[in-house]
């Protein structure tokens, strides 16, 4: 690996490193940003946009807002969620400017899952989308929050088009379920109230918390990533850099399906390409297809993000060949695995290069990318950004210096979190004695340079690019009374990249899969309730009892081989491992 040159396939006009300091904090770049661009716009959804003069206004009023009538000081922690809608860049500034810490909030969390997040980041303020409401009142008492902030879909849309929608989405399509929240506020009256508000501008600095972005990390307890200024600023340029020799400044339209709340959309298509001067189409439901193709086909786009679910979804889409790519530039994908097959279809179908990224909420969250430029390795997480190190290590911590050995992925850079929340000995756990971030991800360096994932996290199962560990999932099931024993994996899915499939051994014969889907709906996040369930007499364990997932997941994989089906790699790759070692 040293004497691999990776750096010579970096993009023309791609510096080695970046200026983090270029800016004194998130704050700076917001106002120096909106000021170059007022006149542009920023933030477009529903057909509404926000330019960027607009932005920062709005941003200042609400962060007015949360200094005077919620009484938030400089590291106060207030949690946003909501899917993508105007309201999110505006209450995500706003809160910047305030003073406080941003704490993503998925919408689609159970209470049980929301209730560890705001508890733990000791979150004061909420500001959640009234379609979610009804799960706040059974756990507000137990967390910290003082005043809770609900928002409507249409709330910043043209006046004459509020009432009007709303009455489709809460009367037609029942989206937001009845909920009672007396002392609640309505983020549009008080946004209409803001005149006698005065805001007092924060003063921070580089490594200053800016983000409590929550992970399951290298374990499956949920943990806050403590993302400062300094982090994001840093991957931010980093993904500027790597993307200018492709993009012009001012003119280019990226489309945003991912979640902004998602740390991969929230640095790179909110952040870099505020750098760019770019209009942001944010997409509120992009399970929607149709719709969404009918924005893509109006919205002369040029780029655009997404997982490999998502690509491949639209790739089958019987509406997909009616669009025009004639704009396009350029699409990357993240959050998980790309397949090849994706990739080779999206440029045979789009004429436009799909650079696949790695990263991970630790790593604000890029480390490495293919270039945009078409000089990518398909198949490839491609090469560390500028100022990124990267190198592999062996399982007593010595670096690999031949190619194609595999190794764990460990990382260096100004994009590296500084630890997680409260949480001192899963932060030193994290990182190696001498600061390497680890990622617990098996990767071999190619004769190339380029380096390329070979498997995950051990246990962990990637869900269309989030993150299922198998103990909170065992964990809820186990909680069922008529469940004795219960081991989850991850399985091969041509939808979501993995499933989560459960063994379970009945306590009472009675159970079924149906009664255990409803159970597990009730308390977990729909991408982590198992797809999959299968009743067996006993589980595989070890000689001192412990369950082995290792055993299911060969057992799965021969299976699936016996069916004809093509399983992912990891699958198989925990079985060479052992296999290595066994022999040795």
């Known amino acids: 690996m040293a004497n691999i040159d990776w750096k010579k396939h970096y993009p023309k006009g791609v510096e080695h490193e970046i200026n983090y300091k270029e800016y004194s904090s998130l704050l700076d770049f917001l106002e120096q940003r909106c000021s ?33 009538t919620c ?122 109230s803001t005149s006698h508000l005065e805001y007092n501008p924060i003063n921070f600095g580089l490594e200053d918390t800016a983000f409590l972005q929550y992970t399951g990390g290298t374990t499956g307890v949920s943990k806050g990533a403590i993302l400062t200024h300094k982090n994001i600023i840093a991957n931010m340029l980093q993904n500027l850099e790597w993307m200018k020799p492709g993009l012009k400044e001012k003119e280019e339209t990226i489309l945003t399906p991912l979640p902004l709340y998602h740390i991969f959309s929230l640095t790179v298509n909110c952040l870099t390409f505020m750098s760019f001067g770019a209009k942001n189409i944010l997409i509120t439901n992009p399970r929607d297809l149709k719709s969404y193709i009918k924005t893509i086909k109006k919205s002369n786009a040029t780029v655009m993000t997404g997982v490999n679910t998502l690509f491949n979804a639209l790739l089958n889409h019987p509406d997909f060949d009616s669009i025009s790519w004639d704009n396009f530039k ?15 279809a999206w440029k045979e179908k789009t004429g436009t290069n799909l650079a696949e990224g790695y990263g991970l909420t630790e790593a604000s969250p890029v480390l490495t990318c293919n270039p945009i430029d078409g000089t990518d390795q398909v198949g490839t997480i491609g090469i560390p950004l500028p100022s990124t190190e990267i190198k592999l290590i062996d399982g007593e911590g010595k670096t690999i210096t031949k190619s194609n050995e595999p190794g764990e992925l460990v990382a260096k850079g100004p994009q590296i979190m500084r630890g997680y929340w409260n949480q001192l000995t899963a932060t030193k756990d994290s990182f190696t004695e001498d600061g390497w971030l680890k990622t617990g991800d098996m990767a071999i360096q190619l004769d190339s ?40 994996i991850g399985i091969p899915s041509e939808r979501s990249g993995e499933a989560v499939k459960i063994f379970v051994v009945k306590k009472d014969e009675s159970l079924t899969k149906e009664e255990l889907k409803s159970f597990s709906k009730k308390y977990l996040t729909g991408y982590k309730t198992p797809d999959f369930i299968e009743f067996k007499s006993e589980l595989p364990k070890s000689n001192v009892g412990k369950i082995l997932r290792r055993t299911l997941r060969e057992q799965e994989l021969e299976n699936l081989n016996n069916q004809g089906l093509e399983a992912t790699a990891h699958l198989g790759a925990d079985k060479q491992k052992d296999n290595q070692k066994e022999a040795s």
């Open 330 to 344: 350029v699409s990357v994908a993240g959050g998980m695995a790309l397949q090849q097959s994706v990739c080779k």
């Open 449 to 488: 340079g380029f380096f390329k994932v070979v498997d995950r996290k051990k246990d962990m199962i990637c869900v269309s690019g989030f993150n299922v560990y198998p103990n909170e999932v065992e964990d809820v099931i186990a909680d069922h009374p008529k469940v004795l024993e219960v081991a989850a």
């Open 36 to 68: 170059e661009f007022k006149d542009l716009t920023a933030f477009e959804n529903m057909g509404m946009g926000l330019s960027y003069d607009d932005l920062y206004i709005e941003a200042k009023k609400f962060a007015a807002i949360l200094q005077k």
């Open 71 to 192: 009484k938030i000081k400089k590291g106060d922690r207030v949690a946003i969620q909501m899917p993508n809608l105007l309201q999110y860049p505006v209450a995500l500034f706003g809160t910047l400017l305030s003073g406080a810490i941003v704490v993503n909030t998925n919408p689609l969390y159970t209470e049980r899952e929301m209730e560890h997040q705001f508890k733990d980041s000791g979150a004061k303020v909420l500001i959640a989308l009234d379609a979610f409401a009804h799960k706040i009142p059974n756990i507000l008492e137990r967390t910290s929050i003082e005043h809770v902030i609900i928002t409507s879909i249409p709330d910043m849309l043209p006046k004459w088009k509020r009432p009007i929608l709303q009455f489709a989405i809460k009367h037609i399509k029942k989206m937001v379920p009845a909920y009672k929240l007396p002392e609640a506020l309505s983020f549009t009256k008080l946004m209409k």
